[in-house]
Nanobody, 121 residues
């Protein structure tokens, strides 16, 4: 079994910063892409940022230049550094990882439980 656990959400004023962290644990042979998604009651879950095992990154247009995704492969962790936060960034943020449990197993997508980020105006 694999678990993803997020931390670092909270309440921040507009213009402020937060850092989200996510650690993967359990039966892990290798991790492919890791990333962050967010969801509000009004919107479907959307990609915020993702990073490959080699370090290539991809961002939603709405966060480019403000958010940075990074990972520590030795610790099975992914981070999201969020700067210049806006009220429209308010959402539940979910960690996602594509993980191969054993060498000969097919990889699967796993999700964290979500962490609330609230940006006040």
């Amino acid at each position: 079994q694999v678990q993803l656990v997020e931390s670092g959400g909270g309440l921040v004023q507009a213009g402020g910063s937060l850092r989200l962290s996510c650690v993967a644990s359990g039966t892990i042979f290798s991790i492919n892409d890791m990333g962050w998604y967010r969801q509000t009651p009004e919107k479907q879950r959307e990609l915020v940022a993702r990073i490959t095992s080699g370090g290539s990154t991809d961002y939603a247009d709405s966060v480019k230049g403000r958010f940075t995704v990074s990972r520590d492969n030795a610790k099975n962790m992914v981070y999201l550094h969020m700067n210049s936060l806006k009220p429209e960034d308010t959402a539940v943020y979910y960690c996602n990882a594509n993980i191969r449990g054993r060498r000969n197993w097919a990889p699967n997508d796993y999700w964290g439980q979500g962490t609330q980020v609230t940006v006040s105006s």
